[in-house]
């Protein structure tokens, strides 16, 4: 399945494709990009609702916009995170910068 | 039961055929019944091997990131077919060989290529995960490459223990 890219106030939700590759995060860097241009985004919620795989472009995908907001005091969020890609943004790290959306949900 | 079984493709090193290696190498291993989870692993290690190819071994991007244009808008320019990535698999027992191969740059120093978080395109944003997801991911990887002749990635993964 595709990718979705939908910006609300200074959010933006970002569901990712079924296989986040290269190819993909290109694509969606691009989208993601035209978006912040046209809003000004604090908050990027990345969706891994659909998604069953991703590799290291998806990594650099997310730190780079995670640079984009944190200097504005904004912030990155998982959604929707299975075992696999516990698994990836664990390895990669990627835990220290980003945070579980669910959590946020739940202490609301 | 014991299958032994081989297969080679080429295509060239444009980004949607980092698709089309995942699908072939899973459906190689189809018969070997991998669970979910071993099938995502090997999904990872096949595409970060091609994606270094195309971006790494020919440089493909250096188009995107000097016009700011997506390659499909450059014309044959940006898309070299001429650039070529071989695929092999082979099937022994339970154990699944891939190998990806290509004719581009090639790497001087392997050891620090093969580093967590050694990149050397930062400004394309790539996080210099790759070997390290090929490493965690698979049973065995073995990196050759001769500079200015290519690099060839072979990674063994067992299924199924
Ligand atoms: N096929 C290749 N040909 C030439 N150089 C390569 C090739 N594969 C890897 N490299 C070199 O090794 C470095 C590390 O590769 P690795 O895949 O670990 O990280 P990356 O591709 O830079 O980033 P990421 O994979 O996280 O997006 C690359 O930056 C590149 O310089
Ligand atoms: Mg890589």
């Keep these: 399945m595709d990718y979705e890219v939908k910006a609300s106030d200074d959010f933006l939700w970002v569901l990712l494709p079924t296989e986040l590759d290269h190819y993909q995060a290109d694509r969606i860097r691009q989208e993601v990009k035209d978006e912040m241009r046209e809003h000004i985004i604090k908050y990027i919620v990345f969706d891994f609702k659909q998604t069953t795989m991703m590799d290291s472009s998806g990594i650099g995908l997310i730190t780079g916009r995670y640079r984009d907001v944190a200097s504005q005091g904004g912030q990155v969020y998982v959604s929707h995170v299975d075992d696999h890609m516990k698994k990836v943004l664990t390895l990669s790290g990627l835990y220290r910068i980003v945070v579980p959306w669910e959590h946020i949900v739940s202490s609301v | ?161």
Excluded at chain 2, 106 to 121: C, F, V, W
């Design chain 2, 1 to 161: 039961m014991s299958i032994t079984n081989e297969l080679v493709v080429e295509f060239p090193a444009i980004g949607e055929n980092e698709s089309l290696a995942r699908v072939i190498v899973s459906v190689f291993v189809a018969g070997l019944n991998p669970t979910i989870e071993e099938l995502s692993d090997l999904k990872v290690a096949v595409s970060e091997a091609v994606t270094n190819a195309i971006i790494h071994g020919y440089d493909s991007e250096k188009y995107l990131y000097d016009t700011g244009k997506p390659e499909q808008e450059q014309g044959a320019a940006g898309r070299d077919i001429a650039n070529q990535i071989r695929l092999a698999m082979s099937l022994e027992g339970r154990t699944v060989t891939v190998s990806v191969t290509d004719h581009g740059c090639g790497i001087e120093d392997i050891d620090r290529a093969m580093e967590p978080l050694y990149t050397t395109k930062p400004d394309q944003e790539r996080s210099g995960m790759g070997f390290s997801f090929m490493e965690a991911f698979t049973n065995e990887l073995q990196v050759s490459s001769t500079p200015g002749q290519g690099t060839t990635v072979i990674m063994k993964k067992v299924i199924g223990e």
